[in-house]
DNA sequence: TAAATATTTTAGGCAAATCTAAATTATTTA
DNA sequence: TAAATAATTTAGATTTGCCTAAAATATTTA
């Protein structure tokens, strides 16, 4: 069951991503996400469950099948890895690529998409973090932890970040610290609860209680 | 007018290609290209005149307008520029990489393409040496001639193909000619039409006729 | 040039994806 | 638990893009 719409892989990512927010998913969430209306995601939701990516019965819910979960990932790793690509490759920021990886996931050919992740080296997360799956829908998870929570004089790289607003970009561009930077915690302040950390051998200062919050790290190789 | 769908972009491409080839273009001939029927192309021409892409008659014909020939050129430069990052990023053959252009050909982003040209270094001419439109829609064409029509002596580079099959390229790859290689005439056989050419110092080798016709070759730079 | 043929267009219909408004079912609250 | 409210589904329309069959126009040929 590849011979499915834009349409229809666009609905089938949203409920994969609303499920892994809350496994319990509504027609409403649906709407929402895909700024549309309710009745629109009921009619789509019965062309899923004859196309058997759902498990729908009316008015009780429904949830991916394990088919729907298949797609699901193909079209997480064609986005993640596009993504990598547009960062990496031709230089953008990790707040421009979104929309235009929502694009580039849909294009269909299968070969291209794994020269893609060979020419690309293979990436595991994406530029914001992400776990990139592999062809068989494998996701490579980390054991990370909130910035905040990490003790005083431990290492761990930086592995995600918390959102991906242009703001929080600007400023971890500025202090040079990306996914894959290694810190260390030095000293934590309790009147503002601001942390003083280390990157690299020579870069060491202070960031806010909200710039920690909104990174994650993890000792695990990257 | 850029907000056009997928297939409208289709088949003004399409309407671009027949016009080149033969500047009258009939609505029989787009539905072969477009493997549709008369009648949808009918409906088509009439849209497509709305949004002032055509100059549209009924029972008289039609072409592209300015604005027509400005969209058609778009996508041609995005098709080229995608072609080229595929063979020469992720090693497709030539003949493998059309059906993946044609999806790519549709991704939106202005700045993407600018970056994905920049990438590439600025190509002048695809894999096939067709020629790459620049940003402006500007062709670079080249004053290229027949390999045959060479006289013996010359040399010229190698800046079109005659054809796209899996066949040819397979010939060119084992005779490692390709775009861009430069090639000397060193002598003409009557018995068979067939060419002793040098391409490297130490390249001397014949080549078919039928080779030959499917070689264009020029003294520009590439 | 009139008839035959070929091309193009219209008419009417279908499927995908969407909408609004109304009806149905589920959930909450008094 | 019954009424009020919220969520979901159905009914009926719309747009895009396509189809077949029939009508209109253009072109060719006798």
Known sequence: ??????????????IYHL???????????VAAKLNTKAASVTDMLKRLNTKQVLNYEKYRGFSLSDEGERVALGIVRKHRLWEFFLVEKLQFGWDEVHAIAEELEHITSKVLIERLDNFLGNPK????GDPIPDSNGKIQTLPQINLVDM???ETAKVSAVGSQSTELLEL???KKIAIGTPITIKKKFSFDNSLEIETYSDQRFTISRELAL???????QL
Chains 1, 2 share one sequence.
């Open 151 to 153: 003790p005083i004089g």
């Open 214 to 220: 909104a990174l994650f790290v993890t000792k695990q």
């Open 125 to 128: 997360f994406d530029p914001h």
């Open 1 to 14: 069951m590849d011979n499915l719409s834009t349409t229809e892989e666009n609905y089938i990512k949203a």
């Open 172 to 174: 971890l561009t500025h």
């Open 19 to 29: 499920q892994q927010a809350d496994s319990t998913v509504s027609t409403n969430d």
